[in-house]
DNA sequence: GCAGTATTGAGACTGAGTATCAATATGGTT
DNA sequence: AACCATATTGATACTCAGTCTCAATACTGC
């Protein structure tokens, strides 16, 4: 039920695109695919002192079009990205660590279209997301 | 379906938190309960010139913390609060003309719970979001 | 009506993100 | 390999939503 990890090169998505290979971009992606659990824009431009902060938000504009990053606001209201491991999928997020897991539902999608049929109007999108204590940090607690 | 509209006077509600009754709580209070599709922050501050912006915004996070409003993030990562009518319930939001409406669904609930049993980990709280095109736009448009 | 405290308003500030624009890097040609 | 047209970059100024500060003011209980 947690999405798997089977996911192409990133690079070559945005090669694909149309968009230019850059030193910066590599350098951003490259960062990314090293935080599976979500990421902030400011954490991604502390760490990349040499990209300057308008393309590290650039860059992730850019991958949030192509789709292979989703943006996730957080209870706080603070903003985090999460590489998009599959197309459609929903959020698990850690109120404690911060952690964000995707994961997929075929009941959820199957209400979704239920409730479709009750709502007077066209439904067009939905956004679910779950507050959750993950399993490390409540084995953690123990 | 759609949560009725049944609501205690919001002026009585903060009194009984503690807070004081004052008279820019009163005018935003006021206007606020002619919103029943949503507001924004700045849209009350544009329209209430004698209330400071520091306090419109203090009064809606007042609001908020006291449980009778809520925040939506808008698809366009725009911010809306609106009027809670019911406790617990969901949103649809009308990607057309922004009206947010609140709506309960007994089978989401049940699914929720459910997903709680498969996920490791504890589920706290969840966020629902529909974004839709409403019957008033729908019908506008033929 | 008074005192003590919660609240207010003006304005400075913050954080996230965007726009500008000259300088530079990239990829397709030759 | 050098060339060119243009996509991209970085520095910086800016915007926008929201918060903080702090002296002045308004509430509420007495």
Redesign the interface.
């Known amino acids: ?1 947690v999405a798997s990890q089977f996911r192409p090169d990133l690079m070559s998505v945005i090669e694909d695109m149309g968009y230019r290979i850059t030193q910066p971009r590599r350098d951003v992606v490259k960062l990314l695919e090293t935080k599976p659990d979500g990421f902030g824009a400011e954490e991604i431009h502390g760490a990349l002192p040499e990209v300057g902060r308008a393309t590290v938000y650039r860059t992730i504009r850019l991958l949030l079009d192509i789709g292979v990053i989703c ?1 996730l ?1 957080m ?1 706080d ?1 603070s903003t985090k990205y999460s590489l998009a491991r599959v197309e459609h999928h929903h959020h ?1 997020v ?2 404690r660590c911060g952690t964000v897991e995707e ?1 997929l ?1 075929s ?2 999608e199957r ?2 279209r ?2 479709g049929a ?18 490390t ?2 084995d953690y607690a123990n």
Do not use: Q
Request: aromatic letters at 6%; proline letters at 0%.
């Open positions: 039920m943006k606001v209870r209201g698990l850690c109120v994961f539902d009941t959820i209400l979704v239920a409730i009750e709502v007077s109007g066209e439904i067009l999108g939905h956004r679910i997301e779950f507050d959750v204590i993950c399993k940090c409540l």
